[in-house]
Every structure is written in structure tokens, then in C-alpha cells.
């Protein structure tokens, strides 16, 4: 089950008389996280759109690349038909059908990297609000410790 910024704002706790937390602390750490979250979501749309338009480019790069293999297999029966001069022609085009697949696919190679990379990142990014949120965490408990801890003195 996923949880919801909507599921962070509107958590309830419980507060015992005498060593319950702050609820306005506990409030405001919750909005925090909240707002943190929503933003995260929304950048993860985002970065789901792009890679379907990135995706959608990819395929479109295999129509391509399948195409130029189709005028390549047409530029080679051609040249079996033509004369000497023919068939160089036809081997010209072959040639340039050959570069040109090559970039294509150099350039939806480099593509797939940098969405890799980005990947990556997201991944980094993801790990560090954990340890952020988890520091954060602990640094509340460690208040709410030494919170107890004086009001058990007293």
C-alpha cells in the first residue's frame, strides 16, 4: 500500500498526558515530509512522461532502422539487375543508408545513457532524502528522549 502526501497530512497520533510528543512539532515534521513527498511524486511523473516520450522516439528509431534495412535489402536486388555503373550507384546508397542507421542508433545509444544516468541519479536522489528523513527522524527522537528525560526528573 502506497502512502499519499494527503495519508502524511492527515495522520493522527496519539498523545499521552505528560510524555506525549508536541503536536504542533509532530504537525509541522509532517507537512515537511508531505511537501517533500508531493514534490517527489510529481517529479517522478514527470520524469515517467519523459521517458515515454524518450521510449516512444526509441521505437520510432527502430521504424527507422527498419526501414533503411528494407531500402537496403530493395538497393541490393536493384543492383543485381543494373549495369557496372548501376551497381556502384546502388553501393553509394547502401553506404549512406548504413551511415545514417549508425547514427541513428549512436544517437539513440547516447539517449538510452543519459536516460540511464538520469536514472541514476533519481536513485541517489531518492537514497538521500531517505537518510535525510531518517537523520531528521532520529534527531526528533533524540528530543523527544531528552524531553522524557527531563520530564521524568522533575
Not at 557496372?84 to 549512436?106: G, M, N, P, Y
Amino acid at each position: 500500500m502506497r502512502i499519499t502526501p494527503l495519508d502524511v497530512r492527515q495522520q493522527q497520533f496519539t498523545v499521552r498526558m505528560f510524555r506525549g510528543f508536541d503536536v504542533q512539532e509532530v504537525d509541522a515534521f509532517l507537512q515537511d515530509v508531505a511537501e517533500d513527498y508531493e514534490t517527489i511524486l510529481k517529479e517522478n511523473a514527470l520524469l515517467k512522461e519523459q521517458l515515454a516520450v524518450l521510449e516512444e522516439r526509441a521505437r520510432g528509431f527502430a521504424d527507422l532502422e527498419r526501414a533503411l534495412q528494407d531500402t537496403l535489402v530493395t538497393g541490393q536486388r536493384m543492383s543485381e539487375e543494373l549495369k557496372a555503373t548501376a551497381r556502384r550507384e546502388a553501393q553509394l546508397i547502401v553506404d549512406e543508408a548504413q551511415l545514417r542507421s549508425e547514427k541513428v542508433l549512436d544517437a539513440a545509444r547516447a539517449e538510452e545513457a543519459r536516460i540511464r544516468a538520469d536514472m541514476h541519479s533519481l536513485k541517489l536522489l531518492h537514497r538521500q532524502l531517505a537518510e535525510s528523513v531518517k537523520v531528521a527522524v532520529e534527531r526528533y527522537l533524540r528530543l523527544a528522549d531528552a524531553d522524557l528525560g527531563e520530564a521524568g526528573t522533575e
